[in-house]
């Protein structure tokens, strides 16, 4: 919306916002200025208006039918009959003549509607003029001083400075920060969620970034970009965080996450109960493996199943058998079985073998 700066100190006469039940729009905002000057041109009053429509192609078919209305000659007759029965009879203004709307040049549909009418004598111009931003329809009215005209070039100059604004009111902006869910722990993953933003946002972007363990002097992580980040060892004694970035057309506006705890240090996995082995180690029977239980948070464990001697010693790999579960074969019978898990974490691996089975039959 204009100020009164943008008028060289022009006086504000009246603010305020209302709805329009012409238009779709979720709020109108007016502000109405008088006695100022721009651009050397005296401008005794001036409306800027701004109303939120619903969605840009809408405001788009709004926009194309006022030019319409007032391209056609009808539209002009009605404009002009308008301001001559608001106009007091004998008064000092009289004669209002609408001419044809010219390029505003904001756009497709963007449009100045210049207006002549006679006061105290002189001829004096009015201008209407509309564009829009986005899914935001801009209107603009002037009435320049009496023997004076009013540019075609002011009337852009001041559409354009209002069209600035009204673009930097659509950028998203938060109205509640990103947060991470998921434990900071070396090997574990943390997931963002972007937080709430107004201005409807296409596309977001993250950016994970390690910090003090007082939450501050962050800095990006190389390549941690995703939604999700895997904490490493690098991030020990740190706090971390994310950014998030919301984009729409008109623009993109950034918002940080309050950090996490700090991440504690751990080594690699360690075995604090050994692996097991149920069912029956009988030919064509299935077995499942237990992983044990393990310190330093595993994020994956693998398997590999052997085959011992009947004491359950000497066992050897059996070859393809990396699952859970394991299919007892013929060749396992007069063996013993066992399951040697392997747990892994974000700082390493270790491994650890169950109790050999009795022997199979």
């Known amino acids: 919306m204009l100020t009164s700066a943008d008028l060289g100190g022009a006086k504000v006469a009246k603010q305020g916002y209302y709805k329009d039940n012409d238009f779709p729009s979720v709020i109108s905002y007016s502000r109405e200025l008088e006695n100022g000057r ?56 009289s004669n209002p003549q609408v001419g044809r709307p010219r390029n505003l040049g904001l756009g ?11 006061v105290l004598g002189l001829r004096t111009e009015a201008h209407i003029a509309g564009f829009r931003v986005e899914r935001v329809l801009g209107g603009l009215v002037a009435v320049g001083a009496p023997g004076k005209r009013v540019p075609l070039a002011t009337m852009s100059r001041l559409a354009k400075t209002m069209a600035g604004r009204m673009a930097a009111e659509l950028v998203p902006r938060n109205a509640a920060l990103p947060t991470i869910s998921g434990t900071p722990a070396i090997g574990q ?30 800095t990006a ?22 950014t998030v970035t919301a984009r729409n057309t008109s623009g993109s506006a950034t918002a940080s996450s309050i950090a996490t705890a700090v991440v504690q240090a751990t080594g690699a996995p360690v075995n604090s109960a050994p692996p097991t082995i149920t069912g029956t180690p009988q030919a064509g029977q299935t077995l499942i493996a237990g992983t044990g239980a393990w310190t330093g948070s595993p994020t994956s464990y693998g398997f590999q199943w ?56």
Do not use: M
């Not at 005794?44 to 056609?72: H, I, K, M, N, Q």
């Not at 059996?318 to 974000?346: E, K, P, Q």
């Open 38 to 93: 721009y651009a050397g041109t005296g401008l005794p009053y001036v409306d800027s208006e701004a109303e939120v429509g619903t969605t840009a192609p809408t405001t788009t078919r709004y926009l194309a039918s006022l030019r319409a209305f007032v391209g056609s000659k009808a539209g002009r007759k009605v404009i002009a009959n308008s301001i001559a029965d608001a106009l007091p009879r004998n008064g000092l203004a």
């Open 108 to 118: 497709p549909g963007s449009f100045d509607l210049p207006i002549t009418l006679r």
């Open 189 to 218: 993953t943390l997931t963002a969620t972007p937080g709430t933003w107004s201005g409807n946002p296409t596309s977001y972007g993250f950016q994970w970034q390690r910090c003090d363990a007082g939450g501050n002097a962050c």
């Open 221 to 242: 992580i190389a390549a941690a970009t995703g939604q999700s980040y895997v904490v490493t060892p690098a991030d020990a004694g740190a706090t971390l965080r994310v």
């Open 306 to 361: 052997q085959r011992c001697d009947a004491s359950g010693g000497n066992c050897v790999a059996i070859a393809g058998a990396t699952g859970g579960t394991y299919v007892v074969a013929t060749a396992d019978v007069g063996s013993t079985l066992r399951v040697a898990v392997t747990a892994t974490n974000g700082v390493g691996s270790a491994s650890a073998a169950s109790a050999p089975t009795a022997t199979v039959t």
